[in-house]
């Protein structure tokens, strides 16, 4: 099981960081559209979850199931415990969470351009009608650290709590329908 410490980094210029991403020699990796669903056992409420699935389509027709533990927040980043696999048919995947008793309680769409660069993974996401905003991924807290360094991104905000959150008190947007 792979744990996942990411942080994300707010009020970012996008196609400055993609430059500066280009010029250390980080490779492009993904330049896509994801929709998201996420499901739950019904019933459970906001913040009581104890774990989540989603299922996420690319726009390359690339499908992926992947269950999340909860978060444990580390300082500037957060870890989780995730399972990640590709699946072919989502729509039938979704029909069986239903079956077995889960709810599919949210949507989202984003773009996302991804970046690989020595031992960190860069994610540059845009949801519709908020600013785009950089995930940093790393070995650890330290690591994702030197990545914000990196970029000279000290200055600026990062969040650590969840994308829902993020989009919920600092937009004020529904993170539970995210649609362009």
Do not use: C
């Amino acid at each position: 099981m792979a744990h996942e410490i990411e942080t994300k980094v707010l009020d970012i210029d996008s196609e400055e960081i993609k430059k500066k991403l280009l010029s250390l020699g980080a490779k492009k990796i993904q330049d896509t559209r994801l929709v998201v669903d996420w499901y739950r056992p019904k019933g459970i409420k906001e913040g009581e979850d104890p774990w989540f699935l989603r299922i996420r389509s690319y726009s390359g027709k690339k499908h992926e199931v992947t269950w999340k533990a909860k978060s444990d927040i580390l300082g500037t980043a957060r870890k989780h415990k995730e399972i990640n696999f590709d699946i072919t048919e989502p729509e039938k995947l979704a029909d069986l969470f239903e079956e077995l008793g889960l709810e599919e309680y949210a949507h989202q769409e984003k773009d996302r351009t991804s970046f690989t660069y020595k031992n960190w993974q860069f994610d540059i996401d845009q949801y519709p009608k908020m600013p785009a905003f950089l995930e940093i991924e790393g070995n650890n807290e330290e690591n994702v650290k030197e990545g914000i360094k990196l970029l000279g991104l000290e200055k600026n905000t990062t969040w650590a709590k969840g994308e829902r959150i993020l989009i919920q008190d600092t937009y004020n947007l529904d993170w539970y329908d995210m649609k362009f």
